[in-house]
């Protein structure tokens, strides 16, 4: 398709190009918007759009690539791109977009949409507020049927939904909601009040946009109404800003659980430098603590200078614990996140990770007995020692990283951060320190 597309580039045949495009969906038109390198095919493109379609697809592209296009517009152009978007979309940009892009941004936007921004903008990034829509339809409670439809109709098409309307009273107090379809399957003469659903699910203008998305999950909603600290209707949030959010937090807890700093970009337009300074924070920090391990191996020189053998098993022991930890805390901090698992439910994951990883821990130990005197050829007191840590080194694992991301949610750190690379640092320190100790003992070193 992109290769097709510059072909009626390059043969100026603009009327078949635009009819190319007509056929194409906003998220495939901003694909080959994307694709194509030359930035003067691709503002070329993006003028053949009708207003309202450009203003769709300039949302499904990248940050920096709407950063080139507004630069690249003429100033009546950018305007109509961003009087078009929804008040949520153009608050999204703003907050992205250099400061020179943003005064060109707002110079050439209408004074409604100025407003709509503005207003928008004075709540706390990756707040409900930020993320909600000013542009609703409500209604008043002693309105008949046949009265709202007659106003569904006349401003509907202009509102981010109408699957679901909203209840207000004089002083703009949300009442409670009505969908569309009871609006159509009712008599005309029926009082909304008497068929409003009054058990609203609605969010507070500074609640946290995962708290917002957990709701969505929770109640299985499309939209909801977003509310102040007096219970006013300011705006409403849609499932499509609520799947971004998804993607949004899962990426980020993604990157937290591999040791990396969150982007807001995507990897292939982050640079190396980026990337580097991502990355290399947690490196240091996993590398420093890595050496206490070292320290641990230095304290038993003596017990794995009569034993060397010991040695080559060190790695497979650090190794389990590691992965038995990871287990456990992906485990929880998916729960955690899903609010499936909160922190009065401690005791009760504690338990069942003991028994699981002593189910674990047995079946592994027996299993690795039986090599190490079959394929090894150790005694059976190595084998013993070997077996006994990795029981042992899987239970603490198992309990580390259960317990590590319940108690960082707990004093408000993201238990994402408490995720494998960090607890496995823990846990090979504590394995070794289990190791030696236990074949102290038993080989009376």
């Known amino acids: 398709m992109v290769n097709k597309i510059k072909e009626l580039i390059e043969a100026r045949d603009y009327k078949n190009l635009k009819l190319e495009i007509a056929e194409l969906n906003e998220v495939d038109i901003a694909e080959i918007i994307e694709d194509l390198s030359d930035e003067q095919e691709q503002i070329k493109i993006f003028r053949l759009l009708p207003k309202d379609i450009a203003a769709d697809v300039f949302v499904e592209l990248p940050i920096d690539l ?34 020179n892009v943003v005064t060109k941004i707002l110079a050439n936007t209408t004074a409604e949409t100025r407003k709509d921004i503005n207003y928008l903008l004075k709540y706390p990034v990756n707040s409900a ?77 500074y609640e946290d946009q995962e708290e917002v998305a957990s709701k969505f999950t929770k109640y299985n909603l499309t939209v909801m109404p977003v509310v102040d600290s007096e219970n006013r209707l300011v705006g409403v949030i849609t499932v499509d800003d609520v799947v971004d959010i998804i993607n949004e937090e899962t990426t980020e807890d993604i990157e937290k659980m591999a040791a990396i700093s969150p982007s807001d970009k995507p990897y292939l337009r982050t640079s190396v430098l980026e990337t580097y300074k991502q990355r290399i924070l947690w490196l240091l920090f996993l590398m420093i603590s890595a050496t206490f391990t070292g320290k641990i191996i230095e304290n038993y020189e003596a017990a794995l200078a009569s034993y060397v053998i010991l040695t080559s098993f060190i790695p497979m022991i650090m190794n389990t614990g590691g992965n038995a930890g990871g287990q456990s805390s992906v485990t929880v901090i998916r729960g955690l996140s899903l609010n499936e698992i909160e922190y009065k439910d401690s005791l009760k994951v504690l338990l069942k990770e003991i028994l699981v990883s002593i189910l674990a821990g047995i079946t592994l130990a027996a299993i690795n007995f039986v090599k190490m ?3 090894d050829k150790v005694t059976i007191t190595i084998a013993a020692v070997v077996s006994l840590t990795l029981v042992i080194t899987v239970i603490i694992a198992k309990m580390v990283g259960c317990m590590l991301p319940i108690a960082a949610k707990r004093i408000g750190f993201d238990p994402a951060v408490m995720a494998s690379p960090f607890i496995t640092t823990i846990v090979d320190a504590i394995s070794l320190v289990a190791y030696f100790t236990i074949a102290t003992i038993m080989l009376g070193l």
């Open 129 to 205: 507020g930020s993320i909600m829509n000013n542009d609703f339809l409500d209604l008043k409670a002693n309105i008949t049927i046949e009265q709202a439809i007659n106003k569904v109709r006349k401003e509907g098409m202009d509102k981010e939904t109408i699957d679901v309307c909203f209840i207000l009273d004089k002083s703009r107090k949300l009442l409670g909601t009505i969908e569309l379809k009871d609006l159509l399957f009712n008599k005309s003469d029926t009082i909304i009040e008497d068929i409003m659903d009054d058990k609203v699910i609605s969010s507070y203008t």
């Open 66 to 99: 709407q950063q080139d296009l507004i630069m690249l517009l003429s100033n009546k152009e950018a305007g109509l791109i961003i009087d078009n978007l929804e008040a949520d979309d153009a608050v999204d940009l703003v907050e992205e977009m250099p400061a």
């Open 373 to 375: 005197l079959v394929i």
